[in-house]
T-cell receptor, first 113, second 115 residues
């Protein structure tokens, strides 16, 4: 069945350094790839998304890249800050409809002061 | 001005009981979802409704029954609760037909504990 794999499961970086989280997906028809951030005890919230007709998208300190051939996509956070500490989930649409997305297993990001 | 709301926030109950969780969205979205997040933080989709019609029904035990009285509400009823049902249940909504964004807006979650 369709699958999204996410690595690493935990990541600890020094404040100010960059963090990279990687995901792979199995459904070649997937065309929508959102990233959600979930702070402790809170709800998941969308931080950035990318569609298959774009290879890269940037929003301030956050960027996402997509390699459709390899079925890889990644989240890059630069100049990390304490408030970036959270669990991050990648996701991919199943087929060409965005009505169903499959989430990765999550990455717990900790920012060391 | 809550976009997606759920009640109750916490639910503690005994095995074998029947319970319901309610969800409402005031965003005018046409699609609503129920997700289960277990202790390892895995987010798994359970159900999705589009304009009151069931469109996604994952391999969920038939003890779980969603009901959508209108497109702004999606409730989840669980019969004969089991220990393994303990988790946080999130409701979400989105406007799937939107070209600009398919963002799913999540509710605050309902933490269900089965004793």
């Amino acid at each position: 069945g369709e699958n999204v794999e996410q690595h690493p499961s935990t990541l600890s970086v020094q404040e100010g350094d960059s963090a990279v989280i990687k995901c792979t997906y199995s459904d070649s028809a997937s065309n929508y790839f959102p990233w959600y951030k979930q702070e402790l005890g809170k709800r998941p919230q969308l931080i950035i998304d990318i569609r298959s007709n774009v290879g890269e998208k940037k929003d301030q300190r956050i960027a996402v890249t997509l390699n459709k051939t390899a079925k890889h996509f990644s989240l890059h956070i630069t100049e990390t800050q304490p408030e970036d500490s959270a669990v991050y989930f990648c996701a991919a649409s199943i087929g060409s409809s965005a009505s169903k997305i499959i989430f990765g297993s999550g990455t717990r990001l900790s920012i060391r002061p | 001005d809550t976009a997606v709301s759920q009640t109750p926030k916490y639910l503690v109950t005994q095995m074998g009981n029947d319970k319901s969780i309610k969800c409402e969205q005031n965003l005018g979205h046409d699609t609503m979802y129920w997700y289960k997040q277990d202790s390892k933080k895995f987010l798994k989709i359970m159900f999705s409704y589009n304009n009151k019609e069931l469109i996604i029904n994952e391999t969920v035990p038939n003890r779980f029954s969603p009901k959508s009285p209108d497109k702004a509400h999606l409730n989840l009823h669980i019969n004969s609760l089991e220990l393994g049902d303990s988790a946080v249940y999130f409701c979400a909504s989105s406007q799937v037909a939107s070209v600009s964004s398919n963002e799913q807006f999540f509710g605050p979650g309902t933490r269900l504990t089965v004793l």
